[in-house]
C-alpha cells in the first residue's frame, strides 16, 4: 500500500532542510547512476511517458490518450509499464496482462490501461525485458510507450513526454527532503511537458524551448460496476450527496471533479495503489458510491448495487499530437 506524501513536501520547513544533505544524496547517486546504465535500444520507437515526482499527476489518461493518437496515425503501439502493486512485479516476473486481469497480479493501471487501450500490454521492473517480451508475442508492434518510464533508463527512448502537476512538485527538493525523484530542470531536457494545471512563471523559464501543452481531464457518464453497460449521466446527481472514493494520488482532484458537476461529495480518500475490500465501501447509509476509473477495476467483484465509475478522459491543447508524430517520423527518417 503507498502511503500518502508527507505534508512537510509542501514547504522547506525545517524538517525539509534537515533532510536536505540526504536528498544531495540521493541526487548525487541518481546522476551518477543514469551516467553509467548502458541503453538497451529496441528495434522501434520508444515513447517514455512520466514525471519528476511522486504522487499522481495524470500520466494514465495520457497514455490512454496517446495509444488513441498513435493507433488513429495507422501505428501498432504497445504498452510496457512496471506494474506497480501488483503481485508479479514484486516477484520480478514479466508478463503480459489482460483485460480481464486480476489487479492484485498485475497492478490496477495496467490493467485500466489493457481495458481503455487494447493495446498489448507487458509489466516487469525490467522494462526492456518487459519490451522485449512484448514485441516477441506482437512482432507487428511499431511503437512503444513506456508508462512511468522516465527514471528507467535502461530503456532508451526516442521521445520524452513530462506530465507535470505543478501541485506535486511540493517544495521543489529531492527526496527525500521533497517529492522530487529528479530535479525541476530536468523539464528542461524533455520533448514536450503535458500540464495537469496551471504552470508558473518559474516552471516556464525552466522549460526554456520545451514546448507545453494544457490538459483537462473530461469526465464521461457514470457506469455502474455491477453491470458496466448500466450507465448514467452524472448529471443525475446534480444536488445530491454521493460517497466519493479516492486511492490515488490526488483524490482531492477527483473529489472537486465531482463536486464541479453539482454532486455534494462526501469524501473518502484512501492512498494511491490501495487495496480495495468490501468493508471499505460499506456505509451505513444507502446514498450512491462513486469512485475513479483505477478503483473501479478493483472493486468491481465486491461492489454494492449503487457504486458507480466515473470515467475520465484526457483532453490535450492542439499541436500536441501533431508534433508528437512528427518527431516519431523525424526520427524513423534519421534512423
Not at 223 to 250: F, N, T, W
Not at 261 to 282: N, Q, S, T, Y
Amino acid at each position: 500500500m503507498a502511503a500518502r506524501a508527507p505534508a512537510f513536501w509542501q514547504r522547506r520547513g525545517a524538517l525539509a532542510q534537515l533532510l536536505r544533505p540526504l536528498s544531495w544524496l540521493f541526487g548525487a547517486l541518481a546522476a551518477r547512476r543514469r551516467a553509467r546504465l548502458q541503453r538497451q535500444r529496441l528495434p522501434v520507437p520508444v515513447i517514455v511517458v512520466g514525471n519528476i515526482a511522486v504522487g499522481g499527476s495524470g500520466k494514465t489518461p495520457v497514455v490512454d490518450w496517446l495509444a488513441g493518437v498513435l493507433r488513429e496515425a495507422g501505428h501498432r503501439p504497445g504498452i510496457v509499464s512496471r506494474g506497480h502493486g501488483g503481485r508479479l512485479s514484486a516477484q520480478g516476473a514479466v508478463a503480459m496482462v489482460p483485460a480481464d486481469g486480476d489487479p492484485a497480479q498485475y497492478g490496477d493501471e495496467p490493467v485500466l490501461l489493457a481495458r481503455l487501450t487494447a493495446c498489448p500490454l507487458v509489466i516487469g521492473r525490467d522494462r526492456p525485458a518487459a519490451a522485449r517480451e512484448l514485441l516477441r508475442h506482437h512482432p507487428g508492434c511499431d511503437v512503444l510507450i513506456a508508462d512511468d518510464g522516465m527514471q528507467h533508463y535502461r530503456l532508451a527512448r526516442d521521445i520524452e513526454i513530462a506530465v507535470v502537476d505543478e501541485a506535486t512538485l511540493g517544495n521543489g527538493l529531492l527526496l527525500p527532503a521533497g517529492p522530487l525523484r529528479e530535479p525541476l530542470a530536468r523539464l528542461g531536457e524533455v520533448d514536450l511537458v503535458i500540464a495537469h494545471g496551471p504552470l508558473s512563471a518559474r516552471l516556464q523559464a525552466l522549460l526554456g524551448t520545451v514546448p507545453a501543452y494544457a490538459m483537462q481531464l473530461q469526465g464521461g457518464a457514470l457506469r455502474a460496476l455491477v453491470d458496466p453497460a448500466r450507465q448514467r449521466p452524472a448529471g443525475e446527481l446534480r444536488g445530491q450527496r454521493a460517497h466519493a472514493v479516492a486511492g490515488i494520488g490526488r483524490p482531492q482532484r477527483f473529489f472537486d471533479q465531482l463536486a464541479a458537476e453539482g454532486i455534494e461529495v462526501i469524501p473518502h480518500p484512501f492512498p494511491d495503489h490501495h487495496r480495495f475490500k468490501a468493508a471499505d465501501l460499506a456505509f451505513e447509509d444507502a446514498l450512491p458510491i462513486l469512485m475513479t476509473a483505477k478503483d473501479a477495476v478493483k472493486c468491481a467483484p465486491f461492489a454494492p448495487a449503487d457504486c458507480w465509475e466515473y470515467p475520465v478522459r484526457a483532453q490535450i491543447g492542439p499541436g500536441a499530437a501533431e508534433r508528437i508524430l512528427e518527431k516519431l517520423e523525424d526520427g524513423r527518417t534519421s534512423a
